[in-house]
């Protein structure tokens, strides 16, 4: 059974700072890696995407990076600011089973302040 | 294009009534999931479906049902509402190549008291 780990649980950064939320996953067998934000009462926003054969996606100011060997994906968020703050998800999606169910992370609680 | 639409976003419900929450998607995918997220603990699947017709439980079922007439629609039935559903529900979807990346309606805040 997949499981999807992020540390750390609870980060808080001064505005400015350059910063990486952690996931690991135990199945490297994965079709892809999805990074979502979540605001406080609200849904998830998809971020990024990699697919397995990949090694990293980039958009603005955010870079996410998966190394399948190792079981690791990082989201780097670089010059942090105050809107960045929410809570930042991961998802594994398997090769195996036929369902593709995404397994998802607890989250990194991010706040960012000025 | 909408995307994954869930309905209603709040609700109130006393012990042992009965609701269904709606989620709807207009992109054809085959893949649907209904997730409860509870606050710090991710989320965990509850159903999901593969396909019309078809469907299967997930990590915590108990409580729940579900159905898929067609590929469009998967509601989520709360049969006899206890606390302990009280929670966050979010419906997700998916393409049927696995590559592609998974949407997720709004989310249907549910309180049971």
């Known amino acids: 059974k997949q499981e999807v780990t992020q540390i750390p649980a609870a980060l808080s950064v001064p505005e400015g700072e350059n910063l990486v939320l952690n996931c690991s996953f135990t199945d490297s067998a994965i079709y892809n890696l999805q990074w979502f934000r979540q605001d406080p009462g609200k849904g998830l926003t998809s971020l990024l995407l990699?697919?397995?054969?990949?090694r990293e996606q980039t958009s603005g100011r955010l870079n996410a990076s998966l190394d399948k060997s190792s079981g690791r994906s990082t989201l780097y968020i670089a010059a942090s600011q105050p809107g960045d703050s929410a809570t930042y998800l991961c998802a594994a999606r398997p090769r195996s089973g036929g369902s593709y169910i995404p397994t998802f992370g607890r989250g990194t609680s991010l706040i960012v302040h000025p | 294009n909408a995307g994954v639409t869930q309905t209603p976003k709040f609700r109130i419900l006393k012990i042992g009534q009965s609701m269904t929450l709606q989620c709807t998607q207009d992109?054809?995918?085959?893949?649907m999931y209904w997730y409860r997220q509870d606050p710090g603990m991710g989320l965990k699947l509850i159903y999901y479906s593969v396909g019309a017709g078809i469907t299967d439980k997930g990590e915590v079922p108990n409580g729940y049902n579900v159905s898929r007439s067609t590929t469009e629609d998967f509601p989520l039935r709360l049969e006899l509402a206890a606390p302990s559903q009280t929670s966050v529900y979010f419906c997700a979807s998916g393409d049927r190549q696995a590559y592609t990346e998974a949407f997720f309606g709004q989310g249907t805040r549910l309180t049971v008291v």
């Open positions: 990699i697919q397995s054969s990949q």
């Open positions: 992109m054809n995918h085959n893949y």
